[in-house]
C-alpha cells in the first residue's frame, strides 16, 4: 500500500507570493492533518481535514488555509509569504479517528527568499 | 503547549545498552499520548501510543511509560541499534471533537555509538 505522498517534495518563493502543496493520503485514510516543522518552534498542528470538512484548526493565521477534496486528497495554500513561513510542511493521514496514529509523509521543503 | 527551542537536548547511548527518553507533557487534560521516531530527511514515524487511563504499555523493544502524577512520559529502547539513531518526540492528544489533533515536545536526538 503506498504511503502519503506529498508534492512538490522542494520549493522556492518569494515574499509576497503564495504556495500551494498537495497531498495524498493512504488509500482509505479519510483524515488528513497538516503540520509545520521549523528548528525554532519544532511541529506545529495547522489543521485537520475529515470527508472534506476542516474539523481542527492551529493558532496560525488567516493565510493559511487547506481543502480536502471528495477522493480525500488535500491542498494547503500559504498566501502572501514571510520569511517566517519558510519550514517542512508535512502531511498526516490517520485511519481511525482519536488516536495519534499518524501516518505522515515525508514532507514539502518550502523555503521564501 | 506549544513546542520551543532552538537546540534539542542529545541522548547518546552504546550499541546494544538501553535507552531512555523523557518528556514533560503540558495539558493535564491530554487523553493520549504518542511517541514518534523521525529520521533524517523523512516524516515522524509512529512508535507507540498509550491513554490517560494507563501507566504503562510494551511494544516491540519499547516501552512507553505515564506518570500523570508530574506529567511526564517515558520512551524505552531495549538493546538500542545504529538504526534507531533519530529524533524521538512525543506527543498528547484529546479526544474531544474526535479529531487528531496533536501538540508535540521538542524533540530528543539519540544517537547510537558503535
Known amino acids: 500500500k503506498a504511503g502519503v505522498t506529498q508534492t512538490p517534495r522542494y520549493l522556492i518563493k518569494t515574499r509576497g507570493q503564495q504556495v500551494t502543496l498537495s497531498c495524498s493520503p493512504i488509500?482509505?485514510?479519510?483524515?488528513v492533518s497538516w503540520y509545520q516543522q521549523t528548528p525554532g518552534q519544532g511541529l506545529q498542528f495547522l489543521f485537520e481535514?475529515?470527508?472534506?470538512?476542516?474539523?481542527n484548526k492551529g493558532n496560525f493565521p488567516g493565510r493559511f488555509s487547506g481543502r480536502q477534496f471528495s477522493n480525500s486528497r488535500s491542498e494547503m495554500n500559504v498566501s502572501t509569504l514571510e520569511l517566517g513561513d519558510s519550514a517542512l510542511y508535512l502531511c498526516?493521514?490517520?485511519?481511525?479517528?482519536?488516536?495519534?496514529?499518524?501516518?505522515f509523509g515525508e514532507g514539502s521543503r518550502l523555503t521564501v527568499l | 503547549g506549544e513546542s520551543v527551542g532552538l537546540h534539542l537536548p542529545t541522548l547518546s547511548v552504546q550499541e546494544g545498552d538501553n535507552s531512555i527518553i523523557n518528556c514533560a507533557y503540558s495539558?493535564?487534560?491530554?487523553?493520549?499520548f504518542i511517541w514518534y521516531k523521525q529520521e533524517s530527511g523523512k516524516g515522524p514515524q509512529f512508535i507507540i501510543d498509550?491513554?490517560?487511563?494507563?501507566d504503562k504499555r510494551q511494544g516491540q523493544r519499547v516501552t512507553v511509560l505515564l506518570n500523570k502524577t508530574v506529567k511526564h512520559l517515558s520512551l524505552q529502547i531495549a538493546a538500542t541499534q545504529p538504526g534507531d539513531s533519530a529524533v524521538y518526540f512525543c506527543?498528547?492528544?484529546?479526544?474531544?471533537?474526535?479529531?487528531?489533533?496533536?501538540?508535540f515536545g521538542t524533540g530528543t536526538q539519540l544517537k547510537v555509538e558503535l
Open positions: 498526516a493521514s490517520s485511519l481511525v479517528q482519536g488516536t495519534g496514529e499518524l501516518f
Open positions: 488509500s482509505g485514510h479519510r483524515s
Open positions: 481535514y475529515f470527508s472534506e470538512t476542516q474539523r
Open positions: 495539558n493535564s487534560a491530554s487523553d493520549y
Open positions: 498509550i491513554r490517560s487511563n494507563m
Open positions: 506527543a498528547e492528544g484529546i479526544l474531544t471533537g474526535g479529531g487528531n489533533k496533536l501538540t
